[in-house]
């Protein structure tokens, strides 16, 4: 029992880690959505657009939790969530083009049509944590997703301090693509008898490393490409 519950704690901090690294340009569409409001109709939109992404995202969650029951859909998936992962590590986003909301529901809007678009990243990601739980799902994004929005500033100033932090994410990510693939059912009958487990750690390690290796070699030849070709 006491094993059974560390498990479950260490996917619920995995999930809400996961969420906060993926979900920061989720928190600046919000800011930017809701900047042009009144001080009181602000947060009427953040709380409510919040609440609306936080009920989306449980939704679709659990769907693709259902749909990686399908043969050959965990290892497309885990496949997908190796790009992810480089993708964080390598990739700058700009939302400064968001649009601007009139009202508060106009802003309700904005946030809920950005978050469908934006959350495949992070929806991937906790499901594949998840494990077929969706009582984790919920709880892991009931928890995670307020953070975000209320404490975007702080998760932001965190990141810029600690650099390494989303490098720990993006090891995490491909820790967490290798245990897909090592669950992939029509996978299994190739393993030799290993068992699940041990291939999830075997598996999930090779993932780590390479989304490290891959993060570091595109981060590197970026920056010769910017040094080589200044603006």
């Not at 934006?118 to 997703?145: E, P, R, T």
Request: hydrophobic share 60%; with cysteine; glycine share 10%.
């Amino acid at each position: 029992m006491d094993a059974e519950v560390s498990t479950f704690m260490i996917q619920l901090l995995q999930i809400i880690w996961i969420n906060i690294l993926l979900s920061g340009d989720n928190a600046v569409v919000i800011a930017l959505a809701c900047r042009g409001l009144p001080p009181k109709s602000r947060k009427i939109g953040i709380i409510a657009g919040a609440g609306v992404a936080i009920v989306l995202r449980i939704i679709f969650t659990l769907l693709v939790v259902s749909l990686l029951a399908i043969p050959w859909l965990r290892l497309g998936g885990s496949l997908l969530l190796l790009w992810i992962a480089v993708k964080l590590l390598t990739d700058e986003t700009d939302e400064t083009n968001v649009a601007e909301a009139g009202n508060v529901w106009q802003a309700v809007r904005i946030v809920a049509i950005a978050d469908m678009v934006m959350s495949l990243d992070n929806v991937l990601a906790i499901a594949a944590v998840a494990k077929d739980s969706n009582v984790l799902v919920i709880i892991g994004l009931g928890i995670s997703i307020p953070l975000i929005v209320f404490g975007a500033q702080l998760v932001i100033t965190m990141i810029e301090k600690f650099p390494w932090l989303v490098w720990v994410g993006g090891a995490l990510l491909g820790f967490v693509a290798g245990e897909l693939i090592a669950s992939e059912p029509a996978l299994l009958p190739y393993f030799g008898g290993i068992s699940e487990h041990t291939m999830e750690l075997a598996l999930g390690g090779i993932g780590a490393v390479f989304v490290l290796v891959l993060g570091y070699l595109l981060k590197k030849r970026g920056g010769g490409d910017e040094a080589a070709n200044p603006a």
